[in-house]
């Protein structure tokens, strides 16, 4: 054992983006209790996160969230041994917000501080629950990320490939934008997507056969917005549900293909996937399958811990702390564009 304290209880908050959440871990996995506050609604009307909102928000409700989660918890401050919160990447004005409350408390308490990289998080998130992490190849699809990670063990990472501009999220959402959905446009197009033929467009498969992991959506994204201005009349909800069926069969298409020949190019038997696109049923589905044909164990996070929550942020400190990793000076800086660590500098 390390000569560092072993956190037996963890808090966690996690404020990157527009989610403000909190969450409660055992330094075993096991999360206690995990409570997020949703800004969706606040946002809806403007199309997107507006990071003003954003922050004043999270001001508003982080209090208030930690004393309902320590209250159903049965718990008080006193009873933990450590605290964590995200410390990017995401939008600085959010990632402050926490980061500097967690930090408080922790100084409050005379307690270890772990700052959290919020894509650290969302890889390890399939393993919620389990005081160990398996190696594994990781897809990490979300609204601001995409990438293919070879996980050795807890900080032992290699990054394979990162999409080359925008994320596959962020691409379902733009999408559902043209298409005049209901914000955010992901959940929607998967709703509407069994409705739809996914043949009935023929969008790009971009980077389908690059020879690497690397991925890149905007041509997809451009796709559609020449598709819809073609189209001479605008599209009805069949239309639509085409549409969304075929941009969708295109995106699910790469992430699977790629995703499964990381797993074989690199030995890999555990295939995980999480961030908030792991939600998409299509991908599940699509990936299931292939792992079911190539003989692969597939571990998705739970859809509970795949969108942007602190569970995920407690379970990383937990590790961290079961893996003798340091806890974090206090005087750590935020980073909005931190990345995660890799044992190799260069990206394949």
Same mark, same amino acid.
Not at 104 to 132: C, D, M, R, T, W
Not at 152 to 159: A, E, F, L, M, T
Not at 227 to 249: H, R, W, Y
């Given at each position: ?31 206690? %209790? ?5 800004? #969706? ?7 997107? +996160? ?25 718990? +008080? ?12 990447? $995401? ?44 190696? =594994? ?6 609204? $601001?990320?995409?990438?293919? @990670?070879? +996980?050795?063990? @807890?900080?032992?990472?290699? #990054? ?28 929607? #197009? ?35 917005? *020449? ?13 639509? =549900? ?17 995703? +499964? ?15 908030? @696109? !792991? ?17 692969? =164990?597939? @571990? ?8 942007? =929550?602190?569970?995920?942020?407690? *379970? ?8 003798? %990793? ?19 500098? !260069?990206?394949?």
């Amino acid at each position: 054992m390390s000569e560092h304290e072993v956190p037996s209880l963890i808090l966690a908050i996690e404020t990157s983006c527009d989610e403000t959440a909190v969450a409660v871990c055992s330094v075993d996995g096991e999360v206690v %209790i995990s409570k997020v506050a949703s800004q #969706i609604d606040i946002h809806a009307p403007h199309g997107g +996160v507006v990071p003003e909102l954003a922050s004043r928000n999270h001001n508003n409700t982080l209090r208030p969230l930690i004393e309902q989660t320590l209250a159903e918890a049965g718990l +008080v401050l006193e009873d933990f041994a450590a605290v964590a919160a995200t410390s990017g990447p $995401g939008l600085a004005s959010s990632l402050l917000i926490g980061d500097t409350t967690a930090k408080a408390i922790a100084l409050g308490l005379n307690k270890p501080f772990y700052s959290v990289n919020h894509i650290e998080g969302h890889l390890l998130s399939p393993f919620i629950g389990s005081p160990q992490v398996e190696g =594994n190849i990781s897809l990490v699809v979300s609204g $601001g990320h995409t990438q293919i @990670v070879q +996980v050795k063990g @807890v900080n032992d990472y290699r #990054i394979l490939g990162s999409t080359l501009d925008d994320a596959a999220g962020e691409a379902f959402d733009k999408v559902g934008k043209m298409l005049g959905l209901p914000y955010p446009g992901g959940p929607e #197009i998967d709703r509407r997507a069994p409705f739809g033929n996914p043949k009935a467009f023929d969008f790009p498969r971009s980077m389908k056969n690059s020879g690497d992991f690397r991925f890149s959506f905007s041509g997809i994204k451009t796709s559609v917005f *020449y598709c819809l201005e073609k189209l001479s009349d605008p599209p009805n909800e069949e239309t639509i =549900n085409d549409i969304c069926a075929s941009f969708q069969a295109a995106v699910v298409e790469i992430l699977t293909i790629k995703t +499964v020949a990381a797993a074989k190019q690199t030995g890999e038997n555990v295939v995980t996937v999480s961030g908030g @696109v !792991s939600c998409n049923r299509g991908l599940r589905a699509s990936l299931e399958r292939a792992a079911n044909s190539e003989s692969l =164990n597939l @571990v998705l996070a739970e859809p509970g811990f795949s969108t942007d =929550n602190a569970a995920m942020i407690a *379970y990383t400190a937990a590790m961290h702390a079961r893996n003798d %990793i340091p806890p974090s000076p206090l005087d750590q800086d935020i980073d909005p564009n931190l990345r995660l660590s890799e044992i190799t500098s !260069s990206l394949l």
